[in-house]
């Protein structure tokens, strides 16, 4: 499986430590690594499937035309000690033109989704289930609340929405750029854990520009 390791807070190098002790982050110290593919395809995916069988991996569903899985991730150091799975979905709107929709479920305290977000703190704040919440989606047949995410604190650099909440018992984030393709969500909006997914999955397309994050 040609899944590169790296740090789930930021994007410096990360090291293995042949005595046993695991991998480091230099800027971040001991970490479970994140494994991003160094391609996107169908086989490196049923490999981030199969390093990650007891944890989801959301994708919106039913993918729309012309929209393809640009990018995926997860953060573990061995089977079934998985902490977090991204995936990204790349396509186009009318109103928005290219959009990215990155999908974050992690386990408190690993720091994807807040990278993903550019936010400050590695989970939401206080801000979440204070409220209303901005809309709900249904995730595994759940109904899950999600409420916007200020990134006026953050870094400048990309035009995005950002929306966190509650699935299954850990923190899910929606992040979408640009900012105004949060119009495109709903409450009919659905994520399936694709894990799941059988015969469906071969014809699920995958490639374009992978994402920064």
């Known amino acids: 499986m040609s899944l590169a390791a790296g740090c789930p807070r930021c994007t410096f190098p990360v090291l293995d430590d042949e ?98 977000a550019r936010t400050a703190y590695d989970d939401p704040g206080g801000e979440i289930r204070d409220g209303v919440p901005a809309l709900r989606i249904r995730v595994e047949g759940q109904v899950v609340p999600l409420w916007s995410v200020s990134t006026s604190a953050a870094d400048g650099e990309f035009d995005r929405s950002v929306l966190a909440g509650e699935a299954h018992g850990r923190w899910l984030w929606v992040v979408l750029r640009p900012a105004s393709a949060v119009l495109m969500l709903g409450d009919d909006w659905i994520l399936r854990d694709v894990s799941r997914l059988g015969p469906e999955l071969v014809e699920t397309v995958f490639g374009g520009p992978a994402p920064a994050w």
């Open 19 to 116: 005595a046993g002790s695991g991998w480091a982050c230099p800027a971040h110290g001991p970490i479970r690594p994140l494994w991003r593919p160094q391609e996107v395809g169908y086989e490196d995916f049923t490999a981030h499937l199969r390093a990650a069988p007891d944890f989801p991996t959301y994708l919106p569903w039913p993918m729309g035309p012309a929209w393809s899985v640009s990018d995926f991730a997860l953060v573990g150091d061995g089977e079934r000690l998985t902490a977090g799975t991204l995936t990204c979905t790349s396509g186009t709107s009318e109103q928005d033109g290219p959009v990215d929709v990155l999908v974050v479920t992690e386990e408190a305290g690993t720091g994807l989704g807040a990278r993903c």
